[in-house]
């Protein structure tokens, strides 16, 4: 489980670089926008179609690194009221039920790429067609899937070697 772990996030890393590199284009659509505006007096007109597009790929892109990376934003009131155990396994069921959320979101994502391969469809202004955006976002979730799996793995490690460390310390078992 520890090579899938590393395969895993060596994935996630390389989606947060490609996150970052779309971040880098959303500034210069910005600059471009900017300048266009303010120095020509002729605004772009497709520069929000982009924007909302590349904003909805690095969240998807860069969720698994965030999440392996405990980067994102963590409510601890319930588990620093509890053992280290029993907060370990609250983290050990909430990667379960996010790994099922994942799982829903790949397999309607697949659903919706199909649809739009049929119907032919693209975004308004620009017509980008919309299949390689929706395959970008199912392969995120997939990464996301796979990080939470490996993040209940090692939270119910953890749980269970806290566990028997208790054993341990408990008088009269030997």
């Not at 899938?4 to 971040?23: E, T």
């Not at 620093?80 to 829903?104: E, N, Q, T």
């Not at 996301?144 to 119910?156: E, G, P, Q, V």
Request: proline share 4%.
């Amino acid at each position: 489980m520890k090579r899938v772990a590393a395969i895993i996030d060596k994935i996630s890393s390389s989606f947060r670089w490609l996150a970052i590199a779309i971040m880098v284009f959303m500034v210069v659509i910005i600059v471009i926008e900017v300048t266009s505006r303010y120095a020509f007096r002729s605004p772009v007109n497709w520069e929000i179609e982009m924007l909302e597009t590349a904003q909805a790929l690095i969240a998807a892109l860069a969720a698994a690194w965030v999440l392996l990376e405990e980067r994102h934003i963590l409510v601890s009131m319930v588990p620093s009221h509890l053992s280290p155990r029993k907060a370990d396994l609250m983290y050990f069921v909430g990667s379960i039920i996010g790994a099922i959320w994942c799982a829903v979101m790949v397999w309607t994502g697949w659903i919706m790429i199909q649809r739009s391969i049929n119907l032919h469809e693209a975004t308004e202004l620009l017509r980008i067609p919309f299949p390689p955006i929706r395959i970008v976002f199912v392969f995120g979730f997939l990464i996301f899937m796979l990080a939470f799996i490996s993040r209940s793995y090692k939270y119910y490690h953890s749980a269970m070697s806290h566990s028997s460390n208790q054993q341990e310390e408990l008088p009269g078992h030997d």
